[in-house]
Antibody
């Protein structure tokens, strides 16, 4: 079955760039079966969609984060990545990666990223 | 685009049924049959329970059902069980974007 695993630093300083990678197993990113998405959840709050990317590299981002987000894909490593620039403490959250068909079908376990000096 | 509107809480006794609503607009919930529902237990990742308004993924009990009328989607949990106590989030496709509801905490009394 499809499994996803987030990885990256758990602590980022304000104004710096948050970087996370999602490694996919059980499916090939390049197969075109899914879009690949990032979602986040601040502590004690709800889910927020960040954006998604297709195997071709075409992507779309939440309007509220578009100016600071880049999602990229590395089909050779079966991974996709998130970069969020100019972070503030408000970006502290659990970040999830997920496979998307018409819904978020498979989810990673999540990675907590804290923004603090 | 605003988040979809869900009641913050819902509750029911074991064996009863409970319905959670998710209200959007004609640009999201009302405009597409791409509404999904997720269950999240504390400290865990969300789990897909309903997709495309009313479809259940393999392995999801048929106690969970979804529907939509106009700009409002609904999740019904029948025959409530203790393990159904969790947070539930709706989501909708919205013109190349994805929106989530604020979440509903379901308590089994």
């Amino acid at each position: 079955q499809v499994q996803l695993q987030e990885s990256g630093p758990g602590l980022v300083k304000p104004s710096q760039t948050l970087s996370l990678t999602c490694t996919v197993s059980g499916a090939s990113i390049s197969s075109g079966s899914y879009y690949w998405s990032w979602i986040r959840q601040p502590p004690g709050k709800g889910l927020e969609w960040i954006g998604y990317i297709y195997s071709s590299g075409s992507s779309n981002y939440s309007p509220s984060l578009r100016s600071r987000v880049i999602i990229s894909v590395d089909t050779s490593r079966n991974q996709f990545s998130l970069r969020l620039s100019s972070v503030t403490p408000a970006d502290t959250a659990v970040y999830y990666c997920a496979s998307v068909y018409t819904s978020m079908v498979h989810w990673g376990q999540g990675a907590l990223v804290a923004v603090s000096s | 685009q605003s988040a979809l509107t869900q009641p913050p809480s819902a509750s029911g006794s074991p064996g009863q049924s409970v319905t959670i609503s998710c209200t959007g607009t004609s640009n999201d919930v009302g405009g597409y049959n791409y509404v999904s529902w997720y269950q999240q237990h504390p400290g865990k990742a969300p789990k897909l329970m309903i997709y495309e308004v009313s479809q259940r993924p393999s392995g999801v009990p048929d106690r969970f059902s979804g529907s939509k009328s106009g700009n409002t989607a609904s999740l019904t949990v029948s025959g409530l069980q203790a393990e159904d106590e969790a947070d539930y989030y709706c989501s909708s496709y919205a013109d190349s974007n994805i929106l989530f509801g604020g979440g509903t905490k379901l308590t089994v009394l």
